[in-house]
């Protein structure tokens, strides 16, 4: 598998997990997992929050990843379940309902874009939210089927039909003229 994953026995103890490898897997995903999470919470400090719970299961789990898929296939699932968690807990909460229609603002950067692509992908239902996002971040469609538990052609579907919906959402929010 990954050279870099290879724990290290120490005369018949439990397996060590170094901290130059954690170092390098944290490294490699992080950013991924925090646009993964940002897609779902639409909140940078909140992300930042799920990013650092992912990490620390991570950590905590490593020893024991079976590499019966890629590591960040499994990673990936990791952020996915905390993310769905703190939704649940999310959807708990009270919280006051804010106009539907406010006044428009123009938005011509590339970040107010990217904000309002998160907040687009916010709105989506959580296995689409899981399934854009991880395509956003260029995981090949057999890996994003394996962390959802769908079929590679459904997959496929959904990736088409959530970008219609994403396109329509922009439009109902000015975006494309």
């Known amino acids: 598998m990954v050279s870099y994953l290879t724990l290290h026995k120490k005369e018949g103890k439990v397996p060590v997990l170094s901290i130059t490898m954690?170092?390098?897997i944290y490294n490699r995903y992080a950013s991924q997992i925090f646009r993964v999470?940002?897609?779902?919470?639409?909140?940078?400090?909140?992300?930042?929050?799920l990013v650092q719970e992912t990490f620390i299961a991570v950590w905590k789990n490593l020893p024991g990843f079976r590499h019966q898929?890629?590591?960040?296939t499994w990673?990936?699932?990791?952020?996915?379940?905390?993310?769905?968690r703190a939704l649940e807990v999310a959807k708990r909460m009270p919280t006051a309902e804010l106009p539907y229609h406010l006044a428009e603002?123009?938005?011509e950067s590339p970040e107010e874009k990217?904000?309002?692509?998160?907040?687009?992908?916010?709105?989506?239902d959580e296995t689409d939210r899981i399934i854009i996002s991880l395509?956003?971040?260029?995981?090949?469609q057999a890996e994003i089927a394996a962390v959802v538990g769908l079929?590679?052609?459904?997959?496929?579907?959904?990736?088409?039909?959530?970008?219609?919906?994403l396109t329509q959402k922009f439009q109902a929010y000015g975006q494309f003229r």
């Not at 898929?69 to 960040?72: A, D």
């Not at 692509?117 to 709105?123: A, D, W």
């Open 37 to 49: 999470c940002l897609g779902y919470t639409n909140d940078a400090d909140q992300a930042k929050d």
């Open 135 to 140: 395509e956003l971040e260029g995981l090949p």
């Open 114 to 124: 990217l904000k309002m692509l998160y907040r687009c992908i916010s709105e989506l």
């Open 75 to 84: 990673i990936f699932r990791i952020a996915t379940n905390k993310c769905l």
């Open 69 to 72: 898929s890629k590591i960040s």
């Open 105 to 107: 603002t123009l938005e």
């Open 22 to 24: 954690f170092e390098e």
């Open 151 to 165: 079929s590679n052609g459904n997959v496929r579907v959904k990736i088409h039909r959530i970008k219609e919906k």
